[in-house]
Nanobody, 123 residues
């Protein structure tokens, strides 16, 4: 199982970004995939999860209504659309899977992680 996150960058407050998590070595649609972030000096924060098979979605309160998780099954991707970004969203963003069908993705010792992608929100 391999994951690769991309799509980060610098955006102004109120702007949008779409992150992609590319899966290889497995069919991502069969498994739950989660997005996390870690800001400097802060603990890792879970953001969202999409379950395998049924594509049920869940969100942290901090991003609910602004972020949307989805799949591009043709390209074996999990996407995170981020809208109305604020400086508090600045962090390194990661995708991960525990190779299980249901959410949550706990991201423990047996999890598979993509390398992070930096998101900076600044004017």
């Amino acid at each position: 199982f391999q994951l690769q996150a991309s799509g980060g960058g610098t955006v102004q407050p109120g702007g949008s970004l779409r992150l992609s998590c590319a899966a290889s070595g497995f069919t991502a649609a069969y498994y739950a995939v989660g997005w996390f972030r870690q800001a400097p000096g802060k603990e890792r924060e879970w953001l969202s999860c999409i379950s395998g098979a049924e594509d049920k979605t869940t969100y942290a309160d901090s991003v609910k209504g602004r972020f949307s998780i989805s799949r591009d099954k043709a390209d074996n991707l999990v996407l995170l659309q981020m809208n109305n970004l604020s400086p508090e969203d600045t962090a390194v963003y990661y995708c991960a899977t525990d190779a299980l069908v249901r959410c949550p993705v706990l991201g423990g010792r047996k999890a598979y992680w993509g390398q992070g992608t930096q998101v900076t929100v600044s004017s």
